[in-house]
């Protein structure tokens, strides 16, 4: 579906899109007005890709989220008005995501994730999924994308914790090599500089390959060092999900750090990973949404939804982790199988 390309940018979208079009190209930003979005989850980290990917000039958007507004949302997601309370949020958000760019359609859908068949996702170019901790559920989610072609992520931000995961499944793109030769004039040798268009093949797991590894094998015990906390927290708050349907709550903090450290011995035990792999410290990082941390995974994931879209340079394989437990510092890796 990505490869499709509209036939013309108007002479108005040139002019609004004309700082990126010479960043990245007419074709590229062709490929951009070709591709419909969902994300879904409209919680801070939604509103930032939603933003993100509204500016940049994707055909349409279509923001998907079952939840109504609280005053937690309010403060994390700037799309929702203050006196939308109550209302439901994807819809509350379409207003201000709008007026962002009216060149892109923006559409709201009010039903439960969960509730989707498979076929629904194949609407879509790009599946971002925002506000989600049922692992089974993603993995089916990544599994309807896989299936119809669409190109899947998974994100979430926990307090100063956030992370993402990429599957593009098999993905060409072109990457700029610069190429050096050395000329000989009037008796002196002169480097001269050549940028080449090269183009590349990336393959990517899905899901549930990335999250069940053997960390007794050898690839990967003589990686364990190398490999993000960040990884080991995205399981502890999956299965912390799994065992309560809901994530960790301010309101519920002292009680919910102790059940996380606990989930945390557990995993850590069943993976046959060491307990001092992932700090005690974790437990008291990951409630609410802080903005910040929003912004940074939200820009992330939005350039990523962007390379991958148009086509052009590497992209992330196949996570991303930000927590201040690792310097405040993004990680990529490529993990599982």
Same mark, same amino acid.
């Given at each position: ?14 002019? /609004? ?82 007026? /962002? ?16 068949p498979g076929s629904f996702f194949g609407e879509f170019d790009v599946v971002v999924v925002a ?33 993402? &995961? ?13 190429? &050096? ?78 059940? /996380? ?59 991303? &982790? &930000? ?15």
């Amino acid at each position: 579906m990505l490869d499709s390309l509209t036939p013309v940018i108007t002479e108005d979208e040139a002019a /609004l899109y004309d700082r990126q079009i010479r960043l990245w190209g007419l074709d590229s930003q062709k490929r951009l007005r070709a591709s419909s979005v969902l994300v879904c989850g409209l919680c801070g980290l939604g509103a930032e890709i939603t933003k993100n990917l509204v500016l940049a000039g994707v055909k349409s958007i279509t923001l998907m989220d079952h939840t109504d507004v609280t005053n937690l949302d309010v403060v994390a997601n700037f799309l929702a008005p203050h006196d939308s309370i109550g209302k439901n949020i994807a819809e509350a958000s379409k207003e201000r995501a709008q007026n /962002l760019n009216p060149m892109v359609q923006v559409l709201s859908d009010t039903e439960d994730l969960a509730t989707k068949p498979g076929s629904f996702f194949g609407e879509f170019d790009v599946v971002v999924v925002a506000r989600c901790s049922d692992k089974d559920l993603l993995i089916k989610i990544n599994d309807y994308c896989r299936s119809s072609g669409a190109v899947f992520y998974a994100a979430g931000v926990h307090g100063m914790f956030g992370y993402m &995961f990429v599957d593009l499944n098999q993905h060409n793109y072109v990457e700029e090599q610069k190429e &050096f030769t050395e000329v000989v004039v009037n008796g002196e040798k002169q480097k001269t500089e050549e940028t080449k268009m090269v183009k590349r093949n990336e393959s990517f797991l899905q899901l549930s390959a990335a999250l069940d590894v053997d960390w007794t094998s050898p690839k990967y015990s003589s990686r364990l060092k190398r490999i993000s906390a960040g990884y080991f927290i995205m399981h502890v708050l999956l299965e912390f999900h799994a065992l309560h349907h809901r994530l960790p709550a301010p309101s519920m903090r002292e009680a919910d750090r102790c059940e /996380l450290l606990t989930i945390k011995r557990s995993l850590l035990a069943k993976m046959e990973v060491p307990e001092d792999k992932l700090d005690d410290a974790f437990a008291e990082l990951v409630f609410g949404q802080v903005s910040p941390v929003c912004a940074i995974v939200g820009g992330e994931v939005a350039a990523e939804v962007i390379k991958a879209v148009t086509k052009k340079d590497p992209p992330h394989n196949n996570f991303f &982790f &930000f927590s201040t437990l690792e310097d405040g510092a993004g990680i990529v890796q490529c993990i599982g199988a």
